[in-house]
């Protein structure tokens, strides 16, 4: 059963830092490009980043880059976000999934969605 759990969310004051998990099971991990998404309340999800199967490339949202990191550790299966330099407007639930080689959405799991893990900053 293909499952990813993510971690790691909690309040933090705008300038913060926080590390989001992603545990993947169910898959062969380190062979799918891994992305994390976000999203605000009232707003549709949205990418924040990816990285390549083996870690060697990264991509992200203009609104992330320079503060947050993506990772991953392909021995044990997890994917990491870290955050730094915080904003209100971070403010959202984050997701990790899969993505395929043209970098399009690829559910694996059914749901697609995991329960996300809650990111508040506080102004």
């Known amino acids: 059963q293909v499952q990813l759990v993510e971690s790691g969310g909690g309040l933090v004051q705008t300038g913060g830092t926080l590390r989001l998990s992603c545990a993947a099971s169910?898959?062969?991990?380190?062979?799918?490009?891994m992305a994390w998404f976000r999203q605000a309340p009232g707003k549709e999800r949205e990418f924040v980043a990816r990285?390549?199967?083996?870690?060697?490339?990264?991509y992200y949202a203009d609104s992330v880059k320079g503060r947050f990191n993506i990772s991953r550790d392909n021995a044990k299966n997890t994917l990491f976000l870290n955050m730094a330099s915080l904003r209100p407007e971070d403010t959202a639930v984050y997701y990790c999934?899969?993505?395929?080689?043209?970098?399009?959405?690829?559910?694996?799991?059914?749901?697609?969605w995991g329960q996300g893990t809650q990111v508040t900053v506080s102004s």
């Open positions: 999934n899969t993505l395929r080689p043209n970098t399009q959405l690829m559910c694996i799991m059914t749901p697609c």
């Open positions: 169910g898959f062969t991990f380190s062979t799918y490009t």
């Open positions: 990285m390549s199967q083996s870690g060697s490339s990264t």
